[in-house]
């Protein structure tokens, strides 16, 4: 172990302390106005500029805090198991600053537990912004996105097709996928239409099923009975918290944290031989390859062209079948995160990537909100 | 008669009444930074850019372009009865961008249509749709249309 518990001591320290303008009963603001003044006290106490803040953490809701202040963190932590979760997220401030992964954290709280001023939805804009227009979804937030893309750079439903086909074609070799009927290239043009520009077989599955994996030391894992597959580095950020506040919508915070996981692990594209993009839509793939830099802005298109990303293309992509034809319960990252591992270990069977050595999985959440890159590899 | 959808009528706090008083009589409010003088919208009390406490409300000139849409062939609960209905992003003549719907686009069931009237860019203004006694929300429509 390079790390002892003990090495925590004395490393991190509180340096800005402060509550919202008033406290006890305060019926002329609202959670949110609680929350960000008590942060903007913080920082005023400590003499910190909000650009050097990049961590946030707070019980449930890192997305739309961090949104309405301007943030965008290199680590977000919503950590939400009661009152006890700011004395725990200092504990993970602590070691994520030790370690040197972030530099300045900022733990927030804000409640209108008496008065009840806006506390129902907590953080950020809240609903009365975005009630009112009737989205349907992630399919109506991710599908402005896509619009956005093809009016800028001209992509079109024959880019996204190729992402579906090929999908498709891994989920075929996968026993465990749900969708394994063939798909051609005018199944999906002929899919009824969801939120336009999208086509039903631009949308993720939805399904039931769980996964979990576990964590610890090279050291010990060397005692267990499956081979390791070591962690090269990981990164994280996000960028707003609804569609309405993203910056632009034809890149994602994989612009930030996937740079970040390539220089801890010390990789570049080229090293990588299997990759897995959260696909809860066509689009998701297409503007994940283009923010990690596996092509440039608006070439995603030209990227996926014949079936390149299909098995026996050259770039092995969503090998289980994705959250397009594999499984996606709500939160696929999961998924995405196991298909690495059992591609690692070599236990994919007719997906199985020949050699793979080196591996990496970005996950997107919220709406095209957040982005976490891991790189792992089986050479330890 | 626009259809008084009794899902998603905005609740305003106590620091955004001002924005939900300016609707009802069919102004756009949105706040401005008295500091780096950057607009901003949904409004905070905060500038999301500099992180001033100084921030104003303006009324902006509702005047903007239209940054992307969707049309909702699928409706969300409460919305069946405005078929195809679109959402849009746009991006105010000030700066923010504003999530709400483009209306006056003439109805067709296929989607397809309707986008020809449409074009990401394209100029676009607001207009206010009652949904309460209390609460109009900002749609945008083309500009001079």
């Known amino acids: ?380 | 008669m626009p259809q008084v959808r009794r899902m998603g009528v905005p609740q305003p706090t106590p620091e955004t009444k001002p924005f939900w008083d300016a609707a009802k009589r069919g102004e756009l409010w949105i706040k401005r930074c008295k500091d780096c003088g950057q607009h901003h919208y949904y409004p905070r009390v905060v500038c999301p850019n500099c992180f001033s406490r100084n921030v104003e409300w303006v009324k902006s000139s509702g005047k903007g372009s239209l940054y992307t849409y969707n049309i909702n062939v699928r409706t969300a609960p409460g919305w069946e009865n405005n078929p195809n209905y679109i959402i849009a992003l746009v991006t105010l003549e000030e700066g923010p961008r504003i999530m709400s719907n483009l209306v006056n686009i003439p109805f067709d069931q296929d989607p397809v249509k309707m986008a020809q009237h449409i074009q990401v860019g394209m100029p676009v203004e607001v207009t206010f749709e009652e949904l309460s006694e209390e609460i109009s929300v900002p749609r945008f429509k083309p500009a001079g249309s």
């Open chain 1, 1 to 380: 172990m390079p790390w002892d518990m003990r090495d925590l001591r004395r490393q991190v320290a509180i340096i800005g302390a402060a509550e919202s303008d008033q406290l006890g009963i305060v019926p002329d603001k609202s959670a949110v106005q609680l929350h960000v003044e008590a942060a903007w006290n913080a920082m005023e106490d400590a003499g910190v500029k909000k650009d050097e803040i990049d961590a946030v953490f707070n019980a449930g809701n890192t997305l739309g805090m961090a949104e309405y202040m301007g943030i965008t963190p290199k680590l977000t932590d919503s950590t939400a198991v009661g009152g006890s979760s700011f004395v725990i997220h200092l504990g993970h401030a602590v070691a994520a600053i030790a370690s040197g992964y972030v530099e300045m954290a900022l733990v927030t709280h804000g409640e209108s537990g008496r008065s009840r001023v806006g506390a129902g939805g907590f953080g950020g804009g809240g609903d009365q912004w975005y009630g009112w227009q009737g989205s349907a979804g992630p399919p109506a937030s991710y599908s402005m996105a896509c619009m956005r893309h093809m009016a800028q750079y001209g992509t079109t439903h024959d880019d996204l097709a190729e992402i579906a086909v090929a999908t498709r074609k891994w989920a075929q070799l996968n026993p465990r996928a749900l969708m394994r009927d063939p798909m051609s290239f005018e199944d999906y043009h002929n899919s009824r239409w969801i939120s336009y520009p999208f086509h039903l077989l631009d949308c993720c599955l939805v399904t039931d099923g769980g996964g979990a994996y576990i964590v610890t030391s090279l050291e010990r894992a060397r005692n267990y009975k499956k081979k390791p597959i070591a962690v090269l580095g990981f990164g994280e950020s996000h960028t707003h918290g609804n569609i309405a506040q993203m910056p632009d919508l034809t890149w994602t915070a994989a612009r930030n944290s996937g740079p970040r996981a390539m220089q801890m692990a010390g990789v570049d594209h080229k090293d990588l031989d299997v990759v897995n993009l959260y696909d809860s839509f066509t689009y998701t793939v297409g503007v994940t390859l283009e923010s990690l830099g596996f092509c440039g802005p608006g070439e995603f298109g030209q990227f996926v062209k014949g079936q390149r990303t299909a098995p026996g293309g050259d770039f092995p992509l969503n090998t289980n079948g994705g959250g397009l034809s594999y499984t996606h319960t709500g939160m696929y990252g999961m998924f995405a995160t196991l298909e690495i591992v059992r591609q690692l270990r070599g236990e994919c069977g007719d997906r199985q990537v020949k050699d793979a050595k080196i591996g990496l999985v970005n996950g997107t959440g919220g709406s095209l909100s957040s982005t976490g890159t891991a790189i792992m590899t089986n050479q330890v």
